[in-house]
């Protein structure tokens, strides 16, 4: 048994896959990319993330609080240059968390509103 690949559900699953093309340097697999659902391949042998489709999907508040949409998962991305990284994911497309609770990680929000971390590796 192996993990293969991570489901983000998206109002527009296109619009993520790219994002997340952009940001990580990935491959959208046209093969996958229809309107429901596309998959996007590291270089290498990994897992993958794939979007699909959640017509009714709600973001997710982050810090979520009683009764606000919780998170159910959310993606950490290992960094060199923190700085650099923030202005990366943020001219991909990326939205800085208003709430940042440690110096040496980002929280940012993809264009479909999952959070996601960028840490500075040591």
Known sequence: MSLTTINLGAPEPMVLARFYERLLGWTVDEDSADET??????????????????????????????????????????????????????????ELAQYQPQDDVRVCLDPAGHPFCLWLRE
Not at 66 to 94: K, T, W, Y
């Open 37 to 94: 659902w596309v998959v996007v391949r590291p270089p290498q042998p990994g897992v993958a993330i794939s979007c699909q489709l959640e017509e009714a999907h709600v973001a997710p508040v982050w810090p979520a609080l009683e009764g606000d949409q919780q998170m159910q998962l959310h993606l950490e991305v290992g960094v060199d240059d923190l700085n650099g990284a923030l202005e990366h994911a943020l001219a991909s497309g990326a």
